[in-house]
């Protein structure tokens, strides 16, 4: 029994070991599969929307729908698009109505989009849904429209 702990003892700190090689000292130990790097991407084909993160700060919002002129998409209640919304809106897509998946369903998927609601909350969970989907241009305001009213951006009525 001494003999049977002993080895477990033994083999359970040369695993151990092998975890925590640094620096090679334990050269025995099999090294792990080195991962490829992603391949860089190729001079000139970046696109104008690949330099803005998906998530975008009011003022970046605003450089995006000038730079890239992406679809703009409020996703609020009919109401609330009333009080005020941001131009150039294209499309507005009431998030609670039922057939708010279906409405995004039928967007171009290679397209670029800009979603923005009162908080975030919202495009938070639609930007979830448009990635299911396999949309890669979507991206929204962080803090929605109450965080670009904020930062003192311009709401048309």
């Known amino acids: 029994m001494k003999i049977?702990?002993?080895?477990?003892?033994v083999l359970?700190?040369?695993?151990?070991?092998?975890a925590?090689?640094?620096?090679?000292?334990?050269?025995?130990?099999?090294?792990?599969?080195?991962?490829?790097?992603a391949p860089a991407p190729s001079?000139?084909?970046?696109t104008a929307d690949s330099a803005f993160?998906?998530?975008?700060?009011?003022?970046e919002a605003l450089r995006f729908i000038e730079s890239v002129k992406p679809v703009v998409i409020d996703i609020r209640t009919a109401e609330e698009h009333a009080a005020g919304y941001i131009q150039p809106t294209h499309e507005v897509m009431d998030y609670y109505a039922p057939d708010f998946k279906e409405r995004l369903a039928k967007l171009d998927r290679n397209g670029k989009y800009?979603?923005?609601?009162?908080?975030?909350?919202r495009t938070g969970a639609a930007l979830q849904v448009m990635g299911d989907l396999g949309f890669a241009g979507a991206h929204d305001i962080a803090g929605?429209?109450?965080a670009w009213?904020?930062?003192?951006l311009p709401v048309a009525k």
Do not use: H, M, Q
Request: net charge positive.
């Open 4 to 9: 049977l702990l002993t080895a477990a003892i």
């Open 12 to 18: 359970t700190v040369a695993a151990a070991a092998c």
């Open 20 to 37: 925590f090689d640094l620096g090679g000292f334990f050269s025995g130990c099999a090294k792990p599969a080195a991962v490829p790097a």
């Open 43 to 46: 001079a000139g084909t970046e």
């Open 53 to 59: 993160p998906a998530n975008l700060k009011p003022e």
């Open 114 to 121: 800009l979603l923005y609601c009162r908080s975030g909350r």
């Open 144 to 146: 929605g429209i109450t």
């Open 149 to 152: 009213t904020s930062a003192g």
